[in-house]
T-cell receptor
Framework: KAGVTQTPRYLIKTRGQQVTLSCSPI?????VSWYQQTPGQGLQFLFE???????NKGNFPGRFSGRQFSNSRSEMNVSTLELGDSALYLCASSLGGTIYNEQFFGPGTRLTVL | SQQGEEDPQALSIQEGENATMNCSYKTSINNLQWYRQNSGRGLVHLILIRSNEREKHSGRLRVTLDTSKKSSSLLITASRAADTASYFCATDAEDTGRRALTFGSGTRLQVQP
């Protein structure tokens, strides 16, 4: 089985712009979660989607949003980028939900905001 | 401090030695997971231990869970240079009425060849 893929792998944006990141889960996995990783805050949960519905959301401002398609692929969008949004964004998929199952992570998208 | 705090923050050992990392958490949990991350890459799941389990093994890995102390430990035996990575514990912590996977700050393990 192919692993979790994320595109793009690297991205450079400027403040005020918006960005869309994409994640393709492992075939058959219906749950997709997103995380932000920074040196200062560590790994923080953004949101989880299951069967096209947002099941859970972390403590991030409304500028961070996401969606999941019928084929379980997911996108996350960050609008009005700020310098502090520079981070490694990780996507993970699992068969069931994030808290009860092993998660399979993608390689991440490294976003740099200038 | 965060749910799931690892201790120590950094650990340097020689190949062949054992490495022990600890994780403490605050709220009740249903399970606890350990993940490994190689420098700036995605995480790899190592082991999941449920709240009614006390110990679990997987190859050279041994995880213990003490729910009365709200702590877990990860032991890597006979370490190898390839074990050099950051290790994170993650719990299904309850936050504002919902449970979400919450990661600790991690332990950076360096195994010297």
């Amino acid at each position: 089985k192919a692993g979790v893929t994320q595109t793009p792998r690297y991205l450079i944006k400027t403040r005020g712009q918006q960005v869309t990141l994409s994640c393709s889960p492992i075939s058959g996995h219906r749950s997709v979660s997103w995380y932000q990783q920074t040196p200062g805050q560590g790994l923080q949960f953004l949101f989880e989607y299951f069967s096209e519905t947002q099941r859970n959301k972390g403590n991030f401002p409304g500028r961070f949003s996401g969606r999941q398609f019928s084929n379980s692929r997911s996108e996350m969008n960050v609008s009005t980028l700020e310098l502090g949004d520079s981070a490694l964004y990780l996507c993970a998929s699992s068969l069931g939900g994030t808290i009860y199952n092993e998660q399979f992570f993608g390689p991440g998208t490294r976003l740099t905001v200038l | 401090s965060q749910q799931g705090e690892e201790d120590p923050q950094a650990l340097s050992i020689q190949e062949g030695e054992n490495a022990t990392m600890n994780c403490s958490y605050k709220t009740s949990i249903n399970n606890l997971q350990w993940y490994r991350q190689n420098s700036g890459r995605g995480l790899v799941h190592l082991i999941l231990i449920r709240s009614n389990e006390r110990e679990k093994h997987s190859g050279r890995l041994r995880v213990t869970l003490d729910t009365s102390k709200k702590s877990s430990s990860l032991l890597i035996t006979a370490s190898r240079a390839a074990d050099t990575a950051s290790y994170f514990c993650a719990t299904d912590a309850e936050d504002t009425g919902r449970r979400a996977l919450t990661f600790g700050s991690g332990t950076r393990l360096q195994v010297q060849p």
